[in-house]
């Protein structure tokens, strides 16, 4: 979350233009008396104003953002049934930390861990354990924690007077990945991009490990292209690093989107709780689990995974209930909504709209294609999320030139430079989700089509100065 300064004291307009401020219908009798009563924006209010006055201005000031629907940078949900949003609204002053007096949210979160677990093929679903967090980040955060806790109870003679933990992870994964060693003081070892291997190289991920390592982690989905990792590759380099040294190393899949894709879409793929060497798996119930912001899921193949000292455990029903979060206090809305939308879909359901949304990058992916201007690192083929550059042979534009003619008819398609080693790759990505239509992908191609002739007419292209783009960690 962006941190943000206080205002200065010239910020403020002045009282003439705050007057202005405000529409004359919004008052709720006299037209007049609200024209005198525009509030200060960067300090509290004298007094309070009636709720449509309120409500008006915070709402014409966000007019302003961008069309969450057009927003093709996010993996985020940003659409969902009518129902979804009245069992949201009626369960947004719940507060999922308190078991005892919300025992039935309790419950619907108990499910969806148990429904996760099935689905993700854990030896005994009953006996995984997991919980609900804020999101994908949150999720990393804890599995990492239980990553390292594990290792210092393993290297309890060693730690930590002589011995520095490390996490051994590629130059694509998650900012939350740079968060999590940054905060908790971890060596991050990651495997640096090479030629078009945009993700982890399972061999290069094994011979980074050592007796410090406290896991690795492979990305079912990278945000950079929307590819899969090859999870069971990396086990079997990581099986044959044991059979060498003895070292067993953990792997940690982090499933923010293909956790919810892979198992509907590629069932064949082996990259869960069947191969032996994986012991944590999160994903984003906010990205394609299909539900609004914030929620994530975090679990552990059985309780020998998440040492019980990272438990706290609180009363539930008469009994103990067992948490674990970085988070306290949060609404229970999201959690009733992923049980929603399971309940509502179920695995057949999941498979349509992932289909959908994978049919649509596909076919988006060869219309572009098509017009002769750019070349396709993927195509929508693993997550429905593709990442594109210009073709050699253009000189005119860039891919941050096109980025910035698109926002102009409501387009939000990111255009960012890749991590080290491939820093002078710079592309687009597409991020197709549930409510992205194929209409609108046709309505995406015309814009496009428009944007294109002056794109081409340019003398070189704008952005000229590439020190002030950095990647991009969405």
């Given at each position: 979350?962006?941190?943000h300064?206080g205002?200065s004291?010239?910020?403020?307009p002045s009282?003439k233009?705050?007057?202005?401020?405000?529409?004359?219908?919004?008052?709720?009798?006299?037209?007049?008396?609200?024209m005198?009563l525009a509030?200060?924006?960067?300090?509290?209010?004298?007094?309070?104003m009636?709720?449509?006055?309120?409500?008006h201005?915070?709402?014409d000031?966000?007019m302003l953002?961008?069309?969450?629907?057009?927003?093709?940078?996010?993996?985020?949900?940003?659409?969902?049934?009518?129902q979804?949003?009245?069992?949201?609204?009626e369960c947004?002053?719940?507060?999922m930390?308190d078991?005892d007096?919300?025992?039935?949210t309790a419950e619907l979160?108990?499910?969806?861990?148990?429904m996760?677990?099935d689905?993700?093929?854990?030896p005994?679903?009953?006996?995984?354990?997991?919980?609900?967090?804020?999101?994908?980040s949150?999720?990393?955060m804890?599995?990492?924690?239980?990553?390292k806790?594990r290792?210092?109870?393993r290297?309890a003679?060693r730690?930590p007077?002589?011995a520095r933990?490390?996490?051994?992870?590629?130059?694509?994964?998650?900012?939350?990945?740079?968060k999590?060693?940054?905060?908790w003081?971890i060596?991050?070892r990651q495997i640096?991009?090479?030629?078009d291997?945009?993700?982890?190289?399972?061999?290069?991920?094994?011979d980074?490990c050592?007796?410090?390592?406290?896991g690795v982690?492979?990305?079912?989905?990278?945000?950079?292209?929307g590819?899969?990792e090859p999870?069971?590759?990396?086990?079997a380099?990581?099986?044959?690093l044991?059979?060498r040294t003895g070292?067993?190393?953990?792997?940690?899949?982090?499933?923010?989107?293909?956790?919810?894709v892979a198992?509907?879409?590629?069932?064949?793929?082996?990259?869960d709780?069947?191969?032996?060497?994986?012991?944590?798996?999160?994903?984003?119930?906010?990205?394609?689990?299909?539900v609004y912001?914030g929620?994530?899921?975090?679990?552990?193949?059985s309780?020998?995974?998440?040492?019980?000292?990272?438990?706290?455990?609180?009363n539930?029903?008469g009994?103990?209930?067992?948490?674990?979060?970085?988070?306290?206090s949060?609404p229970g809305?999201?959690v009733?909504?992923?049980?929603?939308t399971?309940?509502?879909?179920?695995?057949?359901?999941?498979?349509?709209?992932?289909q959908?949304?994978?049919?649509?990058?596909?076919t988006?992916a060869?219309?572009?294609?098509?017009?002769g201007?750019?070349?396709?690192?993927?195509r929508?083929?693993?997550?429905?999320?593709?990442a594109l550059?210009?073709a050699?042979?253009?000189?005119a534009?860039?891919?941050f030139d096109?980025?910035r003619?698109?926002r102009e008819h409501?387009?939000?398609?990111?255009?960012?430079t890749?991590p080290?080693?491939?820093?002078d790759?710079?592309?687009?990505?597409v991020?197709?989700?549930?409510g992205?239509s194929?209409?609108?992908?046709?309505?995406?191609?015309?814009?496009?089509?428009?944007?294109?002739?002056?794109?081409?007419r340019?003398?070189?292209?704008?952005?000229?100065?590439?020190?002030?783009?950095?990647s991009f960690h969405?």
């Amino acid at each position: 979350m962006p941190l943000h300064e206080g205002s200065s004291p010239t910020a403020e307009p002045s009282a003439k233009r705050r007057r202005l401020a405000l529409n004359p219908f919004f008052g709720e009798a006299d037209p007049v008396a609200g024209m005198e009563l525009a509030p200060p924006r960067h300090r509290l209010p004298d007094g309070p104003m009636a709720p449509s006055t309120a409500y008006h201005l915070v709402h014409d000031e966000l007019m302003l953002d961008g069309n969450s629907r057009l927003n093709l940078a996010t993996f985020v949900t940003t659409w969902m049934e009518p129902q979804a949003g009245v069992l949201m609204s009626e369960c947004s002053d719940k507060n999922m930390i308190d078991k005892d007096e919300y025992p039935r949210t309790a419950e619907l979160e108990r499910r969806c861990v148990a429904m996760l677990a099935d689905l993700w093929h854990a030896p005994d679903p009953a006996a995984a354990v997991g919980c609900s967090t804020t999101g994908s980040s949150e999720a990393c955060m804890l599995a990492g924690m239980a990553l390292k806790r594990r290792w210092a109870a393993r290297n309890a003679d060693r730690y930590p007077a002589a011995a520095r933990p490390n996490l051994v992870m590629g130059a694509n994964v998650q900012v939350c990945w740079e968060k999590f060693c940054n905060f908790w003081e971890i060596e991050a070892r990651q495997i640096p991009m090479e030629g078009d291997r945009f993700h982890i190289d399972p061999q290069a991920a094994a011979d980074l490990c050592d007796e410090n390592t406290i896991g690795v982690i492979g990305i079912l989905g990278s945000t950079f292209d929307g590819s899969y990792e090859p999870i069971a590759e990396l086990c079997a380099a990581l099986d044959a690093l044991q059979e060498r040294t003895g070292l067993d190393v953990p792997v940690h899949v982090d499933g923010a989107s293909g956790g919810m894709v892979a198992p509907f879409l590629d069932e064949d793929l082996v990259w869960d709780f069947r191969l032996p060497r994986v012991s944590s798996i999160n994903t984003s119930g906010h990205k394609y689990g299909l539900v609004y912001p914030g929620i994530g899921w975090a679990l552990w193949r059985s309780p020998a995974e998440l040492p019980e000292e990272l438990v706290f455990r609180v009363n539930y029903l008469g009994g103990e209930m067992p948490t674990f979060a970085l988070n306290f206090s949060r609404p229970g809305a999201q959690v009733v909504a992923q049980y929603y939308t399971f309940l509502r879909l179920g695995r057949d359901g999941y498979r349509a709209v992932q289909q959908a949304s994978r049919d649509v990058a596909r076919t988006l992916a060869e219309r572009i294609e098509g017009l002769g201007d750019f070349r396709l690192l993927t195509r929508g083929d693993q997550l429905p999320v593709f990442a594109l550059t210009t073709a050699p042979d253009v000189e005119a534009y860039d891919v941050f030139d096109v980025s910035r003619r698109l926002r102009e008819h409501g387009w939000l398609v990111p255009a960012y430079t890749f991590p080290a080693n491939r820093q002078d790759l710079a592309v687009l990505r597409v991020v197709c989700r549930n409510g992205f239509s194929s209409d609108l992908a046709e309505l995406l191609v015309g814009d496009l089509r428009r944007v294109l002739p002056d794109l081409r007419r340019q003398p070189h292209p704008l952005s000229r100065d590439k020190q002030v783009v950095s990647s991009f960690h969405h």
